[in-house]
């Protein structure tokens, strides 16, 4: 009983916070250019829902994406570069971009950020070693 409500608390503080942060940017970006004549709350209110709903699909679709590439571009590399590391490395960025798409909207609140994370940190070792191998090259 108590846990579905500190559920709802913390997805209305989710919300409250993921609009404001956007509020904030939308201000700044209209301040940089100067934007004279501001949007409607409705057009803000369809903008920001828009960019919370389709803002991991899009990532999940972008992470599917390089990973494709990543992969190919792995195999095209000479014999000395660490191929299997970035091979590796696509292929994770191709499954972590089906989970979230598969999981979706779930696992936007929370795979995005750890997957993120593990996809960056192999893809820069992956590209750490084609520095290495193109030094000793």
Same mark, same amino acid.
Request: net charge positive.
């Given at each position: 009983?108590? %846990?579905?409500?500190? %559920?709802?608390?913390?997805?209305?503080?989710?919300?409250?916070?993921?609009?404001?942060?956007?509020?904030?940017?939308?201000? +700044?970006?209209?301040?940089?250019?100067?934007? #004279?004549?501001?949007? +409607?709350?409705? #057009?803000?209110?369809?903008?920001?829902? +828009?960019?919370? +709903?389709?803002?991991?699909?899009?990532?999940?679709?972008?992470?599917?994406?390089?990973?494709?590439?990543? %992969?190919?571009?792995?195999?095209?590399?000479?014999?000395?570069?660490?191929?299997?590391?970035?091979?590796?490395?696509?292929?994770?960025?191709?499954?972590?971009?089906?989970?979230?798409?598969?999981?979706?909207?779930?696992?936007?609140?929370?795979?995005?950020?750890?997957?993120?994370?593990?996809?960056?940190?192999?893809?820069?070792?992956?590209?750490?070693?084609?520095?290495?191998?193109?030094?000793?090259?």
């Amino acid at each position: 009983q108590n %846990t579905g409500r500190l %559920t709802a608390i913390g997805l209305a503080g989710f919300a409250v916070t993921a609009v404001m942060l956007m509020l904030t940017i939308d201000n +700044t970006i209209n301040r940089v250019f100067r934007v #004279q004549r501001r949007r +409607t709350l409705l #057009q803000n209110v369809l903008m920001y829902w +828009t960019l919370l +709903t389709l803002g991991p699909v899009m990532i999940g679709a972008s992470l599917i994406g390089s990973g494709l590439v990543r %992969t190919y571009l792995s195999f095209q590399l000479p014999e000395s570069a660490p191929r299997m590391a970035i091979a590796i490395s696509g292929v994770l960025s191709l499954l972590l971009g089906a989970v979230i798409l598969a999981q979706w909207p779930v696992s936007s609140l929370w795979v995005i950020g750890a997957f993120l994370g593990v996809d960056l940190f192999f893809a820069g070792m992956s590209w750490i070693g084609v520095g290495f191998s193109q030094k000793n090259a």
